[in-house]
């Protein structure tokens, strides 16, 4: 049996916190060796009540390691520990990091930059407009968009973000099997399909309030930064804000109007020192990261990429053809320069190569 799916085992124990599997892993090293352990071992460990170990002990069986797997593989979700690779580095780095999570869908390239969008789940219409709008646009800049599966905002930025092919993760105070609120059903669907959702909670688990401030720390924890969209004075956004600078993370607020009781929250942030966010390149030029280049504008670095590396007659002919895609052979002699024949050993040597590709009727284009 894999040390990943004893991790799983451990992690799936009733009534052991993530501060007690710390504990438990600082004594026995690996999840494998509580498996095995025994009751005077396990009884030395600080902390852990008999009930603590009772439970251990009643589910150091196989049926019980295969029942965890089964539960998790069942609602389609895996489970990732901090000894897993594919655990994301910024998460690792806070206080008291997750010892797991279950994902549905796939993670994003840890080396992809990610950005919350957090705000009201009752937003205003400006609110759900500029939510939006910061989400396409982050997204379509590369960005994986974090927020947490909420109505409102949340749900906003999420759909923004699939809109223009992102990727984004929503991040749930729930199990990861359970569609919380209901009518995001559709979202949770395309998010497994394009994106994914993370919970640190085991599949089963109900919403309760309690959850919800846990869950936002991973959100904050994720991400380089947060943006908060619309908040009151009193919101449970600013936990998120809180934890976020708790966690060294920037943060952006969207400027809204003084007469509007959801944006008390953001403008009093933006007061104490949060950046304006009004687009996109408020929080890209901030964070330094860069836009991807255009497909057009690599295709066309490509090409002059393969042109400098050329010569003589194999340039001409390769210039001529990226200036005319595709172009016929007439129109290669007379812009290259060169006669039929010349023309002709160098478009062979350039197929040959697999620079050019010969089309229907004596046409050509780069590749």
């Not at 655990?87 to 690792?92: H, M």
């Not at 255009?294 to 194999?314: D, M, Q, T, Y």
């Not at 478009?347 to 004596?362: A, C, D, Q, S, T």
Request: glycine content about 10%.
């Amino acid at each position: 049996m894999e040390e990943h799916n004893y991790d799983l085992w451990l992690y799936s124990l009733s009534g052991i916190g993530g501060g007690k599997i710390d504990r438990i892993l600082s004594v026995f090293g690996s999840a494998e060796r509580v498996f095995y352990a025994k009751s005077r071992e396990l009884a030395k460990i600080e902390g852990l009540t008999n009930d603590n170990i009772k439970n251990i002990l009643d589910r150091q069986s196989e049926e019980a390691l295969t029942e965890c797997l089964a539960l998790t593989k069942d609602c389609g979700a895996s489970f990732v520990s901090r000894f897993d690779a594919e655990y994301p580095d910024l998460l690792r780095e806070i206080d008291h990091p997750p010892f797991g999570f279950f994902v549905r869908g796939r993670l994003p390239d840890d080396s992809i930059d990610k950005v919350a969008i957090i705000g009201s789940r009752r937003c205003s219409e400006y609110g759900r407009s500029v939510a939006y709008k910061l989400a396409c646009e982050l997204a379509a800049a590369g960005v994986v968009v974090v927020s947490g599966f909420a109505r409102g905002i949340d749900s906003v930025a999420h759909r923004g973000a699939l809109q223009v092919g992102g990727r984004t993760i929503g991040v749930l105070g729930c199990g990861i099997d359970i569609c919380y609120p209901a009518e995001n059903y559709i979202l949770m669907d395309e998010m497994v399909r394009d994106g994914c959702l993370i919970s640190t909670y085991p599949p089963g688990t109900r919403p309760l309030p309690a959850y919800f401030p846990a869950r936002n720390r991973i959100i904050s924890g994720l991400c380089r930064a947060i943006i908060v969209v619309e908040a009151g004075q009193r919101s449970g956004t600013l936990i998120t804000v809180g934890q976020a600078l708790d966690q060294g993370r920037e943060v952006f607020a969207v400027p809204g109007s003084a007469l509007s009781k959801l944006s008390e929250g953001t403008n009093l942030l933006i007061k104490e020192g949060a950046a304006v966010a009004t687009c996109a390149d408020d929080v890209l030029s901030a964070l330094r990261i860069e836009r991807p280049e255009p497909e057009e504008r690599r295709a066309e670095k490509h090409v002059a990429s393969n042109i400098a590396a050329l010569g003589g007659g194999e340039a001409a002919v390769m210039r001529s053809i990226a200036n005319a895609q595709p172009a016929a052979f007439d129109h290669i002699i007379k812009e290259a320069g060169l006669t039929a024949q010349q023309a002709n050993s160098a478009l062979v040597m350039l197929e040959m190569k697999g620079l050019i590709e010969k089309l229907p009727g004596l046409r050509y284009t780069v590749r």
